[in-house]
């Protein structure tokens, strides 16, 4: 059993960053690769970027690609997500996940492929 815990949205400008978190609870954070989603209002979840147990390999969707920047630490037990170059289409809640598999190497997640999940973070990005 996981628990996640997102935070560090918040309203920003077109054009400027923000850094979003995923603390996680209990010992076995290293075992589970991690991604991060989002959902805006009427849309459904979306995948935006995935990092593996060790960090080595990540995957972001191509209109984040270049923008945002998946890590984590796991000395901290945190996945990150930090967002530079926002537009206002990035505006949604974002959620942290933990994959069901602990092998990830690569490549697009769909909601189904993670089994614990944060509560969500508000971006909005906006004048």
């Known amino acids: 059993q996981v628990q996640l815990v997102e935070s560090g949205g918040g309203l920003v400008q077109p054009g400027g960053s923000l850094r979003l978190s995923c603390a996680a609870s209990g010992r076995t954070f290293g075992n589970y690769a991690m991604a991060w989603f989002r959902q805006a209002p009427g849309k459904e979840r979306e995948f935006v970027a995935a990092i593996s147990r060790t960090g080595v390999y990540t995957y972001y969707t191509d209109n984040v690609q270049g923008r945002f920047t998946i890590s984590r630490d796991n000395a901290k037990n945190t996945v990150y997500l930090q967002m530079n170059s926002l537009k206002p289409e990035d505006t949604a809640v974002y959620f942290c996940?933990?994959?069901?598999?602990?092998?990830?190497?690569?490549?697009?997640?769909?909601?189904?492929?993670?089994?614990?999940w944060g509560q969500g973070t508000q971006v909005t990005v906006s004048l």
């Open positions: 996940a933990a994959l069901k598999s602990s092998f990830y190497s690569g490549g697009y997640i769909y909601p189904a492929q993670c089994n614990f």
